[in-house]
């Protein structure tokens, strides 16, 4: 392969990711998912290719189709174990972010959401949304009609409602509110951690470290959040001899949601991400899994970080 057909893949690789990353909830899978469109771009005949970007729109998005639809990403989402990976602000992987529809797309929130999509909903969602492709351009891409394309988009926005979450979060607002939750949390009454929270606030966590296996935990509502919080962030001998050290910890923004994240070194050990609607919180997803993290960590380790809100817990 010459080295323009190269260049001409890597300057469409990001989106590419982007679009997989929407499409699959997981970063590992849409970096899979493009390396594959690449070897599929490498052995092409691209004398037969009249707009590249469209060929490989269309590629990446039915491979991504083919792993949705597979029986272990079935299993591994029926058994109640799979959360949206997480990606730290900055990552390209995000991709496009100038209209709400973008960022909201990319919020675990909405990644959560389309589970109850088919993937042809999904892809419909995603490629419409996110990528502003017209209904001719998705029917061409997916291999239905422009009319099924419509339908399909209905239905998705049908059951994807985010209910005011605020997906316009800087760098600035997040570190107000994860400190707010940081110093309610830390201060030992859960009653203070609960007037920050929405009352029909709920929380999930991966439950990693807790012995659980890969059993999710859901919190019902805010009592069961401050309870979970404070305890998670009351430092012990233990939980330090647990993770090697003391952790600093941080105000972040996370797939455009303020949130916590807790390092030790250039290790990222996990992160609390906080969903906003009327200036509270009223989401909570907690996620420390290592492979879950692994593309955040490598992201942590490129950028510059502001200072910790706490530097040795």
Known sequence: MDSATV???????HRLASL???LLGSAADAEDTVQDAFLRWQATDRGYVRVPEAWLT?????????????????????????????LLDGDPMLGPADTIEQR?????????????????????????????????????????????SQQHAHRARRRITVDGNNSDVDCASAHRIVEAFVAAASSGRTERLVTLLTDDATGISDSAGLGLGARLIHYANP??????????????????????????????????????????????????????????????????TPHRLARLTEEWRRQEHAAPLIASW
């Open 7 to 13: 260049a001409h893949f890597e300057a469409s690789r």
């Open 58 to 86: 269309k590629v990446v998005t039915n491979l991504a189709l083919d792993r949705l639809r597979s029986a272990q990403a079935r299993r591994e989402r029926a058994v109640g174990a799979w959360m949206p990976e997480p």
């Open 223 to 288: 009592e069961q959040i401050a309870r979970a919080v404070r305890i998670g962030l009351e430092p012990s001998p233990a939980k330090r001899n647990l993770v090697g050290g003391s952790p600093s910890i941080h105000a972040v923004v996370v797939n455009g949601c303020p949130a916590m994240l807790v390092a030790l070194d250039a290790r990222v050990l996990g992160v609390t991400i906080l969903e906003i609607r009327d200036n509270k919180i009223a989401g909570v997803r907690g996620i420390a």
């Open 20 to 22: 997989a990353y929407r």
């Open 104 to 148: 909201e797309s990319v919020t675990l929130a909405v990644l959560t959401l389309m589970e109850r999509l088919s993937p042809v909903e999904r892809a419909v969602y995603v490629l419409r949304e996110a990528f502003s492709y017209s209904h001719a351009e998705i029917a061409d891409i997916l291999g239905i009609t422009e009319s099924a």
